[in-house]
């Protein structure tokens, strides 16, 4: 089946600082990926769609230059938090169209900013 | 703009007891649906999916959910639930536009207790 790996599972940063997370697709290609953030004991709120060789499709309300996408190649899509405050804390979750195989999900990042 | 509404946001049952979960969708054109688990501090794990054909579809771990276009709905159920099946549960619809982008909904908390 279809595997989403995402790197790395948590990550506690300094108040200021960027941090960049991972999700790659490991046996197919994903010329789509999505990022969501989900709170706690809430849903996954979409905040981009990230294609293969184009900029990002940003959702309403989501600031692009705070929340960078980066989708260099059909099996990788990075999110890069920059200048990261405690309210950018939450859970990151990637997902990929695996074709036949549907979306799949990463196993998320657990960022805190301190 | 598509939407979707999960009413309970906890739902306690017995072990062994069967349960509904209920999700309705609001969308002016055709949707895909589906249904993930997530357990804590964890991806999402695809459930089952509604695509076309069959307005009933199963999925793993003995549940099942079905299609009814007129109340656009698609409840899951379980004829009978386990401890193991405590955990989050997210209904999302897709629309079949270029981007496929998925919609969650607030998300079902199931407490199955001994």
């Known amino acids: 089946g279809a595997v989403v790996s995402q790197h790395p599972s948590r990550v506690i940063c300094k108040s200021g600082t960027s941090v960049k997370i991972e999700c790659r697709s490991l046996?197919?290609?994903?010329?789509?990926m999505f990022w969501y953030r989900q709170f706690p004991k809430q849903s996954l709120m979409l905040m981009a769609t990230s294609n293969e060789g184009s900029k990002a499709t940003y959702e309403q309300g989501v600031e692009k230059d705070k929340f960078l996408i980066n989708h260099a190649s059909l099996t990788l899509s990075t999110l890069t938090v920059t200048s990261a405050h405690p309210e950018d804390s939450s859970f990151y979750i990637c997902?990929?169209?695996?074709?036949?195989?549907?979306?799949?999900f990463g196993s998320g990042t657990r960022l805190t900013v301190v | 703009a598509q939407s979707v509404t999960q009413l309970d946001s906890q739902v306690p049952v017995f072990e062994e007891a069967p349960v509904e979960l209920r999700c309705n969708y609001s969308?002016?054109?055709?949707?895909?649906l589906f249904w993930y688990v997530q357990y804590p501090n964890q991806g999402l794990q695809l459930l089952l999916k509604?695509?076309?054909?069959?307005?009933l579809v199963k999925g793993i771990n003995g549940f099942e959910a079905e299609f009814n276009k007129s109340q656009t709905s698609f409840h899951l159920r379980k004829p009978s639930v386990h401890i193991s099946d405590t955990a989050e549960y997210f209904c999302a619809v897709s629309v079949k536009d270029s981007s496929y982008k998925l919609i969650f909904g607030s998300g079902t908390r199931l407490l199955v207790r001994p």
């Open positions: 509604y695509l076309s054909g069959s307005t």
């Open positions: 997902s990929a169209n695996g074709g036949v195989y549907g979306y799949t």
């Open positions: 046996d197919f290609q994903a010329t789509t």
């Open positions: 969308s002016s054109v055709s949707v895909y």
